[in-house]
């Protein structure tokens, strides 16, 4: 699909200008080096502070993540300012469950389809060349019903609602421990 390739190297190059200008801010804010990092990056011990950073994507391993059948593959966080940038697989049926979009989301969806499982906006499908952005306060439920690959980009990570009323992020882990300073 030329279309779709050229689409996303628009979208990737529009969210690299937008994570600068967040980066910028950052360091003016806070009047030192940002703290983003890859994991699992190899090529990346050693470089200074302002060095580019290639991350060779289809070297690094799928992690799987707290919910079954969903992986990522971390191309960006900044533990300091909560960015997150990854690619996430979901395998057919997979499921985010109940979860708050505490600041701005945005994916685009390379393969499958991405469907509101429930939510105001129930239904919802989000297919191979399409973009989804979802204000900060959202909260819904969300499928794969064939599977689907995408690229998410978080100004914070999501808060997952478990049922025994724990709110983690995607990892499992405490989300107000693990994020809540990034949000000051």
């Given at each position: 699909m030329p279309g779709a390739r050229a689409s996303i190297g628009i979208w990737i190059l529009v969210q690299l200008v937008q994570a600068t200008v967040i980066q910028r801010q950052h360091i003016c804010k806070e009047g030192n080096m940002i703290s983003a990092f890859t994991p699992n990056a190899k090529n990346h011990e050693g470089l200074g502070p302002l060095a580019s950073r290639l991350v060779h994507v289809n070297d690094m391993p799928w992690e799987p993540i707290r919910y079954p059948g969903c992986h990522v593959k971390t191309l960006m966080v900044d533990k300091a300012s909560g960015l997150l940038t990854v690619l996430l697989k979901m395998d057919p049926g997979a499921e985010l469950p109940d979860h708050e979009h505490v600041m701005l989301e945005q994916t685009f969806v390379i393969e499958g389809r991405l469907v509101d499982k429930d939510g105001p906006e129930k239904g919802l499908s989000c297919g191979p060349g399409e973009f989804i952005w979802r204000p900060a306060g959202s909260r819904h439920s969300a499928w794969t019903p064939e599977g689907g690959l995408m690229i998410a980009i978080f100004q914070i990570p999501n808060?997952?609602?478990?049922?025994?009323?724990?709110?983690?992020?995607?990892?499992?882990?405490?989300?107000?421990?693990?994020w809540d300073k990034a949000l000051e």
């Open positions: 808060k997952f609602y478990e049922k025994d009323g724990k709110i983690v992020d995607l990892l499992g882990d405490d989300w107000g421990l693990k």
